[in-house]
């Protein structure tokens, strides 16, 4: 039997705001020499609009089917890293489309590290206007809901608490290798 990953050679990153998928992304893709593509900058791309500005001009459904849209057509190439937006697990037909597509890989992190980071880049528009207590509490029911999905459909889950982005990266090809 031919591996998974060997046959679907895409690299998909998912987990909550805020843990890395990104900054992740790019150093898998530059180490393997793939294309990486971030669906909420390639949303941004295309819509000539900030996630923040979509968010609250046209709200969060029509952000989320832009993401659905964006998955659709990025699942369609092969050989590249994947970021999604913290949330796009949330719909079915995303999942089966990133599942169907490559290597699914699960970064967490605990509920702190996530709230710092938030703090820090405060753009977030699940986030945005919380603090304190609020923030937190968001933070983990955000945690809550999405977990058991994130679970569901990776292949590989990975704590990034206390990893260095290359150690994060070295993580992932080990297990990639072993599927």
């Known amino acids: 039997m031919i591996k998974k990953f060997l046959k679907l050679k895409n690299?998909?990153?998912?987990?909550?705001?805020?843990v890395g998928k990104t900054s992740v992304g790019l150093a898998i893709s530059n180490r393997l020499s793939k294309s990486f593509y971030d669906i909420d900058e390639y949303i941004v791309s295309h819509q000539k609009l900030t996630v923040d500005e979509i968010f609250v001009q046209y709200g969060e459904a029509y952000f989320r089917n832009l993401e659905s849209e964006a998955i659709l057509n990025l699942s369609k190439l092969n050989d590249i890293v994947l970021a999604t937006g913290g949330g796009a697990i949330l719909n079915s037909t995303n999942r089966n489309v990133l599942t169907n597509s490559g290597a699914v890989v699960y970064l967490y992190a605990k509920g702190e590290v996530l709230y710092r980071r938030i703090l820090q880049q405060?753009?977030?528009?699940?986030?945005?206007?919380?603090?304190?207590?609020?923030?937190?509490?968001?933070i983990q029911h955000t945690l809550e809901v999405r977990d058991n999905?994130?679970?569901s459909?990776?292949?590989?889950k990975i704590?990034?608490?206390n990893l260095t982005i290359e150690e994060v990266v070295i993580k992932i090809l080990?297990?990639?290798i072993k599927l």
Do not use: H
Not at 11 to 18: M, N, V
């Open 122 to 138: 405060n753009n977030r528009p699940k986030f945005k206007n919380l603090l304190g207590d609020k923030l937190k509490l968001e």
């Open 149 to 151: 999905i994130y679970n």
């Open 153 to 156: 459909i990776a292949d590989v």
């Open 11 to 18: 690299i998909i990153l998912i987990g909550p705001p805020a």
């Open 174 to 176: 080990n297990y990639l």
């Open 159 to 161: 704590n990034i608490t």
